[in-house]
Every structure is written in C-alpha cells, then in structure tokens.
C-alpha cells in the first residue's frame, strides 16, 4: 500500500490505454535521530577511581568516559579537565575532596595532553553566559566525542579551573555547535534535542534519555502541548530560555524514629515564583 506520507507522487499518465504511474524514489524516511541514556551515570576503571554522577555517558577519543550534563545555557561542549581535581585547585576553594571524590562528583575528567587542542578564538562570544559566571576560556581542544553509536570531531572548550560548574556540559543552547555539527554530517536531522530526565524516585523511578535531532515520543503521556521560548530569556541576569512558574512544593518525611510523617511547605500559591529549568 502507497502512504502519501512515505512516497511522493510525481505524475500518473494515460497512455496508450494504459496508466503508468512514475513515481520518484524519494522515500519519506524518518531524520536521522541519535539517543542517549540520561541518568546514573557509572564509570568504572581498572587504573583509576570509579565514577559515580549523573548525565549523559559520553567517549572522548584517547581519553576516557566523561558524563556530561545537557545544557541549554552555552552553545560549546564544555569538558572538565584533570587539573580541576589537583591539589591546588581543591584547596583555593576549600573543598575538602580527595582526588578520587573530585573525579566521582564532577562525572570523570580528560586528560588534555591525549587530545588535540585547538584556538579558543570566538569561543568566549559564542559563549557569554559562561563569562557572566565568572569563568574564563583560556583552552580548547578538537575533540572526537563518542555519542551511543556515533562519533563527531567537535571543538570543545576545557573547564580546568573555578569552581562556579561541577561537571562537563553538553552544549545545547540556541546556538550549539554540537548540533550543528552532528546535522552537518548527516546524523541528525535537525537542530534540535528533546530531553526527558527520568527520576530517581525510590518509589518509582524512572530512566531518561536524551534525543539529539528530535524527542522520543514514547516520554509522551497524553496530550501534546507547545511552549515558546520565554522572551526575555533572562532571569535574575541570568540566561535562562526555559522557565516554569513554580506554584506549590511541599516535601512530607518520615525518618525511622518519627512517630508520624513531618509535611513542609516551600512554595504555594501565595508565594510563587518563576524557576529557571536547566538540567
């Protein structure tokens, strides 16, 4: 059977008493997507620390496993170097980590001798909300990023000082040159992502994903709804395209030597307020 959706449909002539249908071989074929766990994210190593984080469970070629955290605030891919977890750094900013803590809490670190590095030229005006932070861009490096089944050669900037972001961030802003990149090459079909977090809910907990070039219509329950990006997309001075008005949380415990479950009231309709999503 011929779907109008999947065929197109050129020319139908009569001739000689006969209809020949011509129809072209452009088939309607689903754009490439390209799907990723998002969750728990545990790396384990035979010559050094396990990691136990959360995110995105990315490879970067020659050096290492890294979980990475979506994010929609800078355009580049930011990857968390070894010299983050020195000494020296924990020290200026009191954090009482060993090496082995730091490597767990930041989702894992690259080696940045082991890849090609690269000009951070633009990267900083790609990348102004990361300024804004009070972080610099003083290194960069071509980095062939494993993404599931895929690898792409990408220039990401190296997070190897401060202490304002804790892990690698996947780059999915307005702007993200991961995207781009990856539907340049054909991987995708479009730049765009959709993101279902999952949860860690001890009752029910549920795993995420994240579609690169799409979403994943099985995260849908119910009806769809559209949303516009938030115009202004600040917040508090903050870039935030992606905001949600915030109107009840309430969290209800009940400890081992509680008699009955202590309920608490943070947020409700007399003091509600707009929260910045950002993952």
Same mark, same amino acid.
Request: proline residues 6%; aromatic residues 4%.
């Given at each position: 059977?011929?779907?109008?959706?999947?065929?197109?449909w050129v020319l139908a002539l009569l001739l000689l008493? *006969?209809?020949?249908?011509?129809?072209? !071989? %452009?088939?309607?074929?689903?754009?490439?997507?390209?799907? @990723?766990?998002? +969750?728990?994210?545990?790396?384990?190593s035979t010559n050094?620390?396990?990691v136990h984080s959360w995110g995105v469970k990315i490879g970067v070629q020659n050096a290492n496993e890294i979980c990475a955290v979506p994010s929609t605030v800078v355009n580049s891919t930011f990857l968390t170097s070894s010299e983050l977890c020195n000494d020296d750094q924990l020290g200026m900013h009191g954090l009482q980590w060993s090496r082995e803590q730091c490597r767990s809490r930041r989702g894992g670190f690259?080696?940045?001798?082991?890849?090609?590095?690269?000009?951070?030229?633009?990267?900083?005006?790609? *990348?102004?909300?990361?300024?804004?932070? !009070? %972080?610099?861009?003083?290194?960069?490096?071509?980095?062939? @990023?494993?993404? +599931?089944?895929?690898?792409?050669?990408?220039?990401?900037?190296?997070?190897?000082?401060?202490n304002v972001s804790t892990s690698s961030h996947l780059g999915l802003a307005a702007g993200s040159t991961l995207l781009h990149d990856l539907k340049e090459n054909g991987l995708i079909g479009s730049n765009s992502w959709g993101l279902n977090a999952g949860s860690k809910s001890l009752q029910s907990?549920?795993?995420?994903?994240?579609?690169?070039g799409g979403f994943d219509e099985a995260s849908i329950a119910g009806s769809f709804f559209e949303y516009g990006v938030k115009s202004p997309d600040k917040l508090e001075n903050r870039y935030c395209p992606l905001?949600?008005?915030?109107?009840?949380?309430?969290i209800t415990a009940k400890g081992?030597?509680?008699?009955?479950?202590?309920?608490?009231?943070?947020?409700?309709?007399?003091?509600?307020?707009?929260?910045?999503?950002?993952?």
């Open positions: 059977m011929f779907t109008p959706n999947c065929l197109t008493g *006969n209809i020949h249908l011509v129809i072209s !071989d %452009n088939v309607c074929r689903v754009p490439p997507t390209i799907q @990723l766990a998002v +969750g728990s994210c545990i790396i384990l050094q620390s396990d690259i080696d940045k001798h082991k890849v090609p590095s690269a000009s951070i030229d633009g990267l900083a005006e790609l *990348n102004p909300e990361w300024g804004a932070l !009070d %972080n610099n861009i003083t290194e960069a490096v071509n980095a062939t @990023l494993q993404l +599931g089944r895929h690898s792409i050669t990408t220039v990401a900037a190296l997070f190897s000082d401060g907990p549920r795993a995420g994903s994240l579609v690169l905001q949600v008005l915030v109107t009840g949380l309430a081992a030597n509680m008699t009955k479950p202590v309920s608490r009231t943070f947020v409700s309709n007399a003091n509600k307020w707009m929260a910045c999503i950002e993952p």
